[in-house]
């Protein structure tokens, strides 16, 4: 997340707890889509739709508060668990998070510190009954370890999108398991994104080449 500038306007923070987790969290979208210039308004309103479909939730309030509220954030990461407890959620550790919960889903970007991160500990804490869920990067989980598990029916079974090796090879045990449901890398792949890619993609390239260029993250 970016520093605020000194001059930006904060009077939403301030207010924050006397409007509902959807006003917040509509907040923290603005600012991320208009306000920084990192989506432009259509894309804005696009994810708006998307939180309207899901509705509010207690992470969500609290993810999108630490968002606009410098202080807020400042709490969460000092103590997670009285931030946790004030929106009404219970907080985890990660060995807590893989014993109790029924589907674990990983959506963390691959680096040195995730990479197995999700490995033959973490999934051998899991229910006989739960389900393990990826649509990050194939390494973060530790494949030899997901696969034992899943042979042995030690976990309820495996929604897979992406792998260690890809194109999956024709003989890989993932390919006849019938505990696992695998896609090719295509987990975001829908009408809706792809109504947004292409036109995004020639307002990009128009945009670059009159000099004024959108959805610039870094500068």
């Known amino acids: 997340m970016t520093d605020h500038d000194d001059d930006h306007d904060r009077t939403a923070a301030p207010m924050v707890d006397e409007i509902t987790d959807f006003e917040v969290l509509e907040i923290a979208l603005r600012e ?10 259509a894309e804005h309103r696009h994810m708006t739709e998307f939180a309207e479909q899901i509705g509010p939730t207690p992470a969500a309030h609290l993810v999108a508060r630490a968002w606009i509220d410098p202080e807020y954030k400042e709490l969460v990461l000092s103590d997670p668990l009285a931030a946790s407890k004030e929106v009404g959620v219970d907080y985890a550790t990660k060995e807590e ?10 959506h963390v970007q691959l680096g040195d510190r995730s990479r197995g991160i999700v490995g033959a500990r973490e999934i051998g804490l899991m229910k006989p009954t739960a389900l393990l869920i990826n649509t990050a990067r194939g390494p973060i989980v530790d494949e030899k370890a997901l696969i034992a598990a899943l042979s042995e029916r030690r976990i309820g079974g495996a929604g897979l999108d992406v792998f260690d090796v890809e194109p999956l090879p024709l003989d890989h045990p993932f390919r006849k398991m019938d505990n696992v449901v695998i896609t090719p890398h295509l987990g975001y792949v829908s009408r809706q994104n792809y109504e947004h890619y292409f036109p995004d993609i020639v307002e990009d390239i128009r945009a670059f080449i009159d000099g004024k260029p959108v959805r610039v993250i870094a500068k």
């Open 32 to 41: 991320l889509c208009i306000e920084k210039g990192i989506f432009t308004a």
């Open 97 to 106: 998070l893989f014993r109790r919960s029924d589907i674990v889903t990983i």
